[in-house]
C-alpha cells in the first residue's frame, strides 16, 4: 500500500514538473514579450486597442513615466496612462489613420525572475513623416509564470543625448 502511495506521489510530482516546464517555455522572452507590448499598441485604420490585453501586461501598481518635454516628465499610473494614449489617439484623429510604434533596438538582461529591457523606437502615424525616436526603460518581473511590467522609464533622444551605443544596430 504505501508503495502505491509513493509511486503515485512521484507520477504526481514528475507530472507537476513538466507543466511547470512547459508553462514556463511558453512564457517566452522578455524581449518577446516587450516586442507584444509594441504590437499591441500599433493598429491599424478602424482597428481598436485591446485596452484589456495591454492592461493585463502590468502590474495593478506598475509606474509609467514619460518624458513629456526637454523639462519635464508625466508620471501615470496604467490607468492614467491608457487614458492619455486614448486622448491622444482622440486628439490626433488616429482612428481612422492608425499608429505604429516599431522598435529599432532592442537590448534584454535577465536574471531570475526579473528582466531589464531596453527599446529604441520609433513612432509613426500614417502619412506623416518623422524622425523621432524613444528610449524606454522597462523592467519586468516574472510572477505566476508570466512576465509582467513593473515600470517604464522614457527618454528622448537629442543632439546632446544621443541614442546609446547599446541600442544602435
Known amino acids: 500500500m504505501k508503495l502505491k502511495h509513493i509511486s503515485l506521489i512521484l507520477s504526481v510530482s514528475i507530472l507537476s514538473i513538466?507543466?511547470?516546464?512547459?508553462?514556463?517555455?511558453?512564457?517566452?522572452?522578455?524581449?518577446?514579450f516587450v516586442k507584444?507590448?509594441?504590437?499591441?499598441?500599433?493598429?491599424?485604420?478602424?482597428?481598436?486597442?485591446?485596452?484589456?490585453?495591454?492592461?493585463?501586461?502590468?502590474?495593478d501598481e506598475a509606474v509609467i513615466t514619460l518624458r513629456a518635454s526637454k523639462e519635464k516628465v508625466s508620471v501615470f499610473t496604467v490607468g492614467q496612462w491608457v487614458q492619455d494614449f486614448k486622448d491622444f489617439i482622440v486628439g490626433r484623429e488616429l482612428?481612422?489613420?492608425?499608429f505604429n510604434e516599431s522598435i529599432a533596438g532592442i537590448k534584454a538582461f535577465e536574471f531570475g525572475d526579473m528582466?531589464?529591457?531596453?527599446?529604441?523606437?520609433?513612432?509613426?502615424?500614417p502619412g506623416i513623416d518623422?524622425?523621432?525616436?524613444?528610449?524606454d526603460s522597462i523592467h519586468l518581473?516574472?510572477?505566476?509564470?508570466?512576465?509582467?511590467i513593473v515600470s517604464i522609464l522614457n527618454e528622448l533622444p537629442t543632439a546632446e543625448r544621443?541614442?546609446?551605443?547599446i541600442l544602435k544596430n
Open 115 to 125: 528582466a531589464h529591457v531596453l527599446v529604441l523606437y520609433e513612432p509613426r502615424i
Open 95 to 98: 482612428e481612422n489613420i492608425g
Open 141 to 148: 518581473i516574472r510572477q505566476e509564470g508570466r512576465w509582467k
Open 36 to 59: 507584444n507590448l509594441y504590437a499591441a499598441i500599433s493598429f491599424k485604420p478602424g482597428v481598436p486597442i485591446d485596452w484589456d490585453n495591454v492592461e493585463g501586461m502590468f502590474l
Open 130 to 135: 518623422s524622425d523621432r525616436q524613444g528610449v
Open 162 to 165: 544621443p541614442v546609446p551605443d
Open 18 to 32: 513538466g507543466a511547470t516546464a512547459q508553462s514556463n517555455k511558453s512564457l517566452g522572452s522578455p524581449e518577446n
